[in-house]
């Protein structure tokens, strides 16, 4: 959906570097959350946040930060801790209220060098 | 939490032949139910959804069908086409966790020309 903006579509980590994906939407959604699919696989739930200066821990939260700063904003750290970083990883949001579907952005491809 | 389990995991079928995905989930609690198609190195985009006060949906190819009591529901494509190939996800939302989903692990279509 053109509303959610991922940066950039390919990544690559040096040994013990953090990197950070950028998530931006401009589609008024409180809730933002980020996934990681593995090759072949379904997508699990990293972080998410639901309201700005707000957070929760997903499924596989270790070795990955988060900050929501601004409603628009919801950058990935993955930080040197994460020894399988190697992933596809999509950004969603969704309105808060209701059972309304979310909607991705075009991933963000995470790679070791 | 909840937990969703998604069947078949690949799926080969003729062109024109229909298709059945089938999902169960674990909590009761869940009350949406959406399902996501996902081409090859692209976003998830949402194809279907269902919510738990509806036990069936259908959008011309596609249906969804919900039993709440068995907790399970389906993702029914008609009359298949080439371009219907894909990975299909389907998902729960449970209100008591604050509206993340758990998806699917995924069933890869196949549509024979």
């Known amino acids: 959906d053109g509303g959610i903006t991922q940066s950039p579509k390919y990544l690559f980590r040096k040994e013990g570097q953090n990197v950070t994906l950028s998530c931006e939407q401009n589609?008024?959604?409180?809730?933002m959350y980020w996934y990681r699919q593995d090759p072949g696989q379904g997508l699990r739930l990293i972080y998410y946040?639901?309201?700005?200066?707000?957070?929760q821990k997903g499924d596989i939260a270790e070795g990955y930060s988060v900050s929501r700063e601004k409603k628009e904003s919801f950058p990935l750290t993955v930080t040197s801790a994460q020894k399988n970083p190697t992933a596809f990883y999509l950004c969603?949001?969704?309105?808060?209220?209701?059972?309304?579907?979310?909607?991705f952005g075009d991933g963000t491809r995470l790679s070791i060098l | 939490g909840e937990n969703v389990e998604q069947h078949p995991s690949t799926l080969s079928v003729q062109e024109g032949d229909s298709a059945v995905i089938k999902c169960t989930y674990s909590?009761?609690?869940?009350?949406?139910f959406p399902w996501y198609k996902q081409e090859l190195g692209k976003r998830p985009q949402l194809i279907i959804d269902?919510?738990?006060?509806?036990g069936e949906k259908k959008d011309q190819r596609i249906a969804v069908t919900l039993n709440k009591t068995a907790k399970h529901f389906s993702l029914h494509i008609t009359e298949t086409q080439p371009e219907d190939s894909a990975v299909y996800f389907c998902?729960?939302?449970?209100?008591?966790?604050?509206?993340?989903?758990?998806f699917g692990t995924g069933t890869r279509l196949a549509v024979r020309p």
């Open positions: 969603a949001s969704n309105p808060e209220r209701g059972n309304q579907p979310q909607h």
């Open positions: 589609l008024n959604h409180d809730a």
């Open positions: 946040s639901q309201i700005v200066n707000d957070f």
């Open positions: 909590d009761s609690a869940s009350n949406y």
């Open positions: 269902i919510r738990s006060n509806v």
């Open positions: 998902a729960a939302r449970e209100k008591s966790s604050g509206d993340k989903l758990t």
